[in-house]
Nanobody, 122 residues
């Protein structure tokens, strides 16, 4: 069964850091990868994307300069390093994988992780 399994969420104080991981049960070499989040009452939104070559990345304006997406194809794992966290970053974070060069958005993902809760609160 092809799946993505996430880990690393939790409760953190404002200004703190977390690193999310997402491990695939299949090879990620030819997949664009992305991180998405969904806050209560809101739609799922894209946070970060990386092309399958790793040469192109893009971030939501709200996280630029604070979050960093990376991938380790040898481990079939993708990461999201989150620094300077704010209460508005609270939500369920999902990793996604999409066949092709780059991310097309939530509707274009071929595989999803189960989601991991991130709560930023004092």
């Amino acid at each position: 069964q092809l799946q993505l399994v996430e880990s690393g969420g939790g409760l953190v104080q404002p200004g703190g850091s977390l690193k999310l991981s997402c491990t695939a049960s299949f090879e990620l070499d030819y997949y664009a990868i992305g991180w998405f989040r969904q806050a209560p009452g809101k739609e799922r939104e894209g946070v970060a994307c990386m092309s399958y070559t790793g040469e192109k990345t893009n971030y939501a304006d709200s996280v630029k300069g604070r979050f960093s997406i990376s991938r380790d194809n040898a481990k079939n794992t993708i990461y999201l390093q989150m620094n300077s966290l704010k209460p508005d970053d609270t939500g369920v974070y999902y990793c996604g994988a999409e066949v092709g060069y780059y991310c097309s958005g939530p509707a274009g993902q071929d595989y999803w992780g189960q989601g991991t809760q991130v709560t930023v609160s004092s």
